[in-house]
Every structure is written in C-alpha cells, then in structure tokens.
T-cell receptor, first 114, second 114 residues
Framework: SQTIHQWPATLVQPVGSPLSLECTVE??????LYWYRQAAGRGLQLLFY??????ISSEVPQNLSASRPQDRQFILSSKKLLLSDSGFYLC?????????????FGPGTRLTVL | GDSVTQMEGPVTLSEEAFLTINCTYT??????LFWYVQYPGEGLQLLLK?????DKGSNKGFEATYRKETTSFHLEKGSVQVSDSAVYFC?????????????FGKGTHLIIQP
C-alpha cells in the first residue's frame, strides 16, 4: 500500500530564515506530487505540482520554490521566510490511470513564522 | 475559472441527527467531485468521490450524488456521531484528466454534540 510522509511535523522559524520541507511517497512509482498551503480559516491553495523528476509547475508567484530531485521526493523551500508564509503545508500524491485525479494527502507540516 | 462553494459553518448538530452539507461548483465540462475530511491537526482524508453525472459516492455512512443539472454535490449522513466532528472539504478536478491540482471549497466545520 502507498504511504506519504512529511517532515518536520511542526516548525517555528524567524522571519528571514530559510525553509525546507520534505515529502516522500512509498509504494508507488511516477506519482504526481503536490504542495498545498492551508491558512487559518481558509481553504487549500495549490502552490506547486510536479509530474516527474525536475518538472515543477508553479501556481502562485511568491517567495517559495519547489524541487523534485527523486521520483518520490518533493521539497518545498524558501530563502527568506515572511510572516505571511505561516500556515499548514500539505503534500499530496496521485496517479493518473485513465481515471479522476484522486489525490491522497500527507499528515502536514505546521509552520509558524515569528 | 473553476470554483467550489460550500457552507462554512460551524454546523452544530446533536448526535444521531441528519446531516446535510451543501456544495455547489462552477466548472466547464464534466469535472470529478470529491469530499475530503480533516480531523484536528491532521491532513485530509478522502471520504468519497464521483466521476460523472448521477454517480453516487458513499463511504462510512456518508453519501453524495453528482447532480449536473444543479451543479451540486451535497454531503449527507443519516445519523451522525460525535466522532464525525471535523472539517469537511468539497473539491473538484478538471474534466479531461490531467495532473492539475484540485479546486477546494473553504471547508465546513462540523461539531457533533452528545
């Protein structure tokens, strides 16, 4: 069965510091990978998605970036965090096999920028 | 662009009451529709889905029917339990397949009182 991991689970960082969040998927090959952000009291906003190694699509312009160095690894980064980067970051995966784009989510990382 | 609208709540019900959470969408073509559930501090779990008009998704006593004529996908449960307390998200994926991210509603906070 497939499993998705995210770490760290929680993170408190000062404004202006760098960020690296990691997501890995087990039990599947060539997944599509996604980063979403959930701000307090709001829905989910898609940040990036990737259909393969080195292939990144950005949905919103911001000071975040994403990379996919391996087939089942997806990394979210920032060089300098802003207060507005605080939120709950969720990674998700899907595999398209002629059906709908059903996405499965990880446990999330709670980021607080102070 | 595509959008999903759902009642935000909180919705407060007594145990064993009937539940309806409304969800309507705006999209071109025939999107796939999903309901996800989020328990406090956790990621999203897929609850049910439907891929074409008049399809009924069901899981754990929850049901939702894809109504193309009213562009709706309302979530229902006949008798709720305290353990159903969570935030529920309605979402859609674009018609025609593809690895694009899902479009989410803002979520409905459900509180079940014993």
């Amino acid at each position: 069965s497939q499993t998705i991991h995210q770490w760290p689970a929680t993170l408190v960082q000062p404004v202006g510091s760098p960020l690296s969040l990691e997501c890995t998927v087990e039990g599947t090959s060539n997944p599509n990978l996604y980063w979403y952000r959930q701000a307090a009291g709001r829905g989910l906003q898609l940040l990036f998605y990737s259909v393969g190694i080195g292939q990144i699509s950005s949905e919103v312009p911001q000071n975040l970036s994403a990379s996919r160095p391996q087939d089942r690894q997806f990394i979210l980064s920032s060089k300098k965090l802003l207060l507005s980067d605080s939120g709950f970051y969720l990674c998700a995966w899907s595999v398209l096999a002629g059906g709908p784009n059903t996405q499965y989510f990880g446990p999330g990382t709670r980021l607080t920028v102070l | 662009g595509d959008s999903v609208t759902q009642m935000e709540g909180p919705v407060t019900l007594s145990e064993e009451a009937f539940l309806t959470i409304n969800c309507t969408y705006t999209a071109t073509g025939y999107p796939s529709l999903f309901w996800y559930v989020q328990y406090p501090g956790e990621g999203l779990q897929l609850l049910l889905k439907a891929t074409k008009a008049d399809d009924k998704g069901s899981n754990k006593g929850f049901e939702a029917t894809y109504r193309k004529e009213t562009t709706s996908f309302h979530l229902e449960k006949g008798s709720v339990q305290v353990s159903d307390s969570a935030v529920y998200f309605c979402a859609l994926s674009k018609s025609g397949g593809g690895a694009d991210g899902l479009t989410f509603g803002k979520g409905t906070h459900l509180i079940i009182q014993p």
